[in-house]
C-alpha cells in the first residue's frame, strides 16, 4: 500500500547549519507530495508542496524537489534558526475527491544558539 | 479570520465515559477529517467526511463515532469502547478537488485527551 518513510529524529543542529531530513515514499499512480510543521502544542501548517515531478515546493527557505526517479522529497534549508525546532512530517496525496493523506512518522528538529 | 477551531484544548475522562469533541471550519470547505496522534508517531486517520450528512471509516474507526449534520461541523465523539484513547486528536478540513490536485488539509490546533 501507499506510504511515507522519514528519517528518524531527533535532528540537533546549531543555529546556522544546513538541514535536511529525508522522505521517501511508496504509491501507485501520481502523488501529491506535502510537507508539514508542528510546533509544541499546536495543531499541523502545511510549509511546501509539489503536485508533480521535479516540481520544487518553497517557503520561509525550506524546500523540497518531487523526485520520481528516487521516489523522494527531501526536505532543506540552507541555515536554519532556533525558531526552526518542531516536529516535520512528510505526507502524500492518494488523491481523490477528498485528497486523503498518509503521513510519515515525523522527524523532530532541535535547533540550538 | 478563516480557520479550523477545537475545544476544548484540554479534555479529561473517566473510564468508561462517552466523550465529544468539537471541531468547527469557517472554510467553506466540503471535506472534513479526524486525526489521532500518539507520541513519536505520525497521524492516522479515524473518520473523514466529504460531504454534509455522509462520512467514512478511516484506518482506525474503532471506539469512534462522528456526524456532520452542518458543513462547518464535524465533532468526533470518543465513546468507552475505544480501549486506548489517550492521544492528541487534530482536525481538518479541505476543499474537495481531483486526483492529483494537490489541495491541502488545514488543520485546527488540537484537543488533547487524558483518560484518568
Known amino acids: 500500500g501507499d506510504s511515507v518513510t522519514q528519517m528518524e529524529g531527533p535532528v540537533t543542529l546549531s543555529e546556522e547549519a544546513f538541514l535536511t531530513i529525508n522522505c521517501t515514499y511508496t504509491?501507485?499512480?501520481?502523488?501529491?507530495l506535502f510537507w508539514y510543521v508542528q510546533y509544541p502544542g499546536e495543531g499541523l501548517q502545511l510549509l511546501l508542496k509539489?503536485?508533480?515531478?521535479?516540481d520544487k515546493g518553497s517557503n520561509k527557505g525550506f524546500e523540497a524537489t518531487y523526485r520520481k526517479e528516487t521516489t523522494s522529497f527531501h526536505l532543506e534549508k540552507g541555515s536554519v534558526q532556533v525558531s526552526d525546532s518542531a516536529v516535520y512530517f512528510c505526507?502524500?496525496?492518494?488523491?481523490?475527491?477528498?485528497?486523503?493523506?498518509?503521513f510519515g512518522a515525523g522527524t523532530r528538529l532541535a535547533v540550538h544558539p | 479570520d478563516g480557520g479550523i477551531t477545537q475545544s476544548p484544548k484540554y479534555l479529561f475522562r473517566k473510564e468508561g465515559q462517552n466523550v465529544t469533541l468539537s471541531c468547527e471550519q469557517n472554510?467553506?470547505?466540503?471535506?472534513m477529517y479526524w486525526y489521532r496522534q500518539d507520541p513519536g508517531q505520525g497521524l492516522r486517520l479515524i473518520y473523514y467526511?466529504?460531504?454534509?450528512?455522509?462520512?467514512q471509516k478511516g484506518d482506525i474507526a474503532e471506539g469512534y463515532s462522528v456526524s456532520r449534520e452542518k458543513k462547518e461541523s464535524f465533532p468526533l465523539t470518543v465513546t468507552s469502547a475505544q480501549k486506548n484513547p489517550t492521544a492528541f486528536y487534530l482536525c481538518?478540513?479541505?476543499?474537495?478537488?481531483?486526483?492529483?490536485?494537490?489541495?491541502?488539509?488545514?488543520f485546527g490546533p488540537g484537543t488533547r485527551l487524558t483518560v484518568l
Open positions: 481538518a478540513s479541505s476543499s474537495a478537488g481531483g486526483r492529483g490536485s494537490g489541495n491541502e488539509q488545514f
Open positions: 504509491a501507485t499512480g501520481y502523488p501529491s
Open positions: 509539489a503536485t508533480k515531478a521535479d
Open positions: 505526507a502524500l496525496s492518494v488523491g481523490g475527491g477528498y485528497n486523503k493523506l498518509i
Open positions: 472554510l467553506n470547505h466540503d471535506a
Open positions: 467526511s466529504q460531504i454534509v450528512n455522509d462520512f
